[in-house]
């Protein structure tokens, strides 16, 4: 069971090329996937979103909410920014979910590195690689 982060959702979902999103069909099509409420929730704040698309990914198995996520969450977030790293607020409640689902994340999006190194994120092997320097995120965030 893996999560996929925005930037692996938005690449796949146009037909954009990687071993992220090779990994997100191969996962899709096993059914192995569930999606992160919070990247749910940028991907549907695309005004372009056809209506189609937006029925399938809610379709998607989403995580549960734990009690306690959102003060994990912020107290992730601190521990990273105290390390004077960046720490995105939609970045940390996606790190937080996957933690606490202990559910690795699939993304392109080197930031998500920060939460590894901080925590307990399991970013999916060999990907979180892309071709865009570090810092820059997908847009939506």
């Known amino acids: 069971m893996i999560a996929a982060d925005t930037s692996t959702w938005i690449a796949f979902l146009e037909g954009g090329e990687g071993e992220d999103v090779q990994h997100l069909d191969h996962a899709l099509a ?22 189609a698309v937006a029925k399938t990914l809610s379709e998607v198995p ?7 996520y959102w003060q994990r969450a912020g107290a992730l977030r601190a521990q990273v920014l105290a390390k ?13 979910s996957c933690i606490d689902g202990g559910v690795p994340l699939l993304t392109r999006d080197r930031d ?4 590894a190194d901080a925590a307990d ?5 060999a990907l979180g690689r892309d071709r865009r320097p570090a810092g820059e995120g997908t847009g939506n965030k």
Not at 112 to 115: L, Q, W
């Open 30 to 51: 096993e059914r192995q996937v569930v999606m992160v409420p919070v990247v749910l929730t940028e991907l549907l704040s695309d005004p372009k979103l056809p209506s």
């Open 62 to 68: 989403a995580m549960e909410i734990a009690p306690g």
């Open 84 to 96: 004077r790293r960046k720490a995105r607020l939609g970045d940390a409640l996606i790190a937080q």
């Open 112 to 115: 998500f590195r920060t939460f």
């Open 121 to 125: 994120l399991d970013l999916v092997p």
